[in-house]
């Protein structure tokens, strides 16, 4: 057996397709806990760093894990243990396992998680929705379908292509209408409605769509996209694919990588109406 890698050359694979200096300034990436000289033969990426997903990893014996979303966003004086976040923090390190957050630097990257999200859905990027000075990066995807479809089968096609949650998958417009074009925005995107709309594109998906915001988009004047509502989950899930792959091809089996299909949405029961 070859001798194992270090989380530093895990990390150093991440860095490269997820610079850091493409984090906004209010993110908080990079490595959270543990030592980047230690060996690391089993990697878990996540969406989120939570007791169900740190339970994960100890069943796994995972030496490192990979999140979306960190877990000290805002600024702390302390983790003690007997906090939610600190007491990740102590399992973690009791169980010599390292965590790693690649946020809106992996929001921003070429690939990233819109682009994710846009192969998941089946669309042929063509650009950023929300481009950055470069020009190159930036925030959401534009992409097309090979064949336009009604709305209501592209609500199917995304929910098909989703991991499932309770809440599910929402449309918001004429069920009948063509879809070709379409926008897309892993985690909360709707300070990006008016963007989408000025794109022109006929339908946008994202996640965290809020009332307000979305009604008076749909009340605008003129062609506006048919929306598309997702889970914050379920709509940044699909990076945790394409990060595992770039560790697994870097690595050649020196590695094994695993994603976390347990589903953290904060939403777990539903119920409906069954009276009149």
């Known amino acids: ?8 050359e895990v990390l150093s694979v991440l860095e490269r397709a997820y610079p850091p200096e493409l984090a906004e300034s209010w993110d908080a990436v990079g490595l959270v806990c543990g030592d980047p000289a230690e060996p690391v033969r089993r990697v878990l990426f996540c969406v989120d760093p939570v007791a169900e997903t740190v339970d994960e990893a100890v069943e796994l014996g995972a030496q490192l894990i990979v999140a979306h979303h960190p877990l000290l966003l805002r600024g702390v004086h302390g983790v003690p243990a007997d906090t939610a976040k600190g007491s990740l923090v102590h399992r973690m390190i009791r169980a010599g396992i390292a965590l790693y957050c ?3 630097n992996a929001d921003s990257a070429d690939p990233g998680v819109s682009d994710a999200l846009a192969q998941a859905i089946g669309l042929r990027v063509t650009g950023p929705l929300e481009p950055k000075a470069d020009g190159v990066t930036g925030i959401g995807r534009l992409g097309e379908l090979p064949e336009p479809e009604p709305f ?3 609500v199917q096609r995304v929910a098909d292509a989703l991991p ?3 809440p599910g ?8 209408r063509l879809i070709r074009t379409v926008a897309v ?3 909360a995107g709707d300070s990006y409605l008016k963007r989408a709309t000025e794109t022109g594109v006929d339908a946008f998906v994202t996640a965290d769509l809020r009332h307000h915001p979305a009604g008076e988009h749909l009340a605008g004047r003129g062609p506006v996209p048919a929306l598309v ?3 914050h989950w379920a709509s940044e899930w ?3 694919g394409q990060a595992s792959a770039l560790v697994a091809q870097a690595f050649a089996g020196n590695v094994d990588v695993h994603v976390s299909t347990r589903c953290t949405d904060p939403w777990n029961v539903r119920a409906e109406r069954t009276s009149i």
């Open 169 to 176: 998958v929402l449309g918001a417009g004429d069920p009948d």
């Open 1 to 8: 057996m070859s001798a194992p890698s270090a989380i530093s």
């Open 102 to 104: 690649a946020h809106t």
């Open 238 to 240: 699909p990076w945790c």
């Open 152 to 154: 209501a089968a592209f």
């Open 185 to 187: 925005s892993g985690g």
């Open 164 to 166: 499932a949650t309770v």
């Open 229 to 231: 509502g997702l889970t």
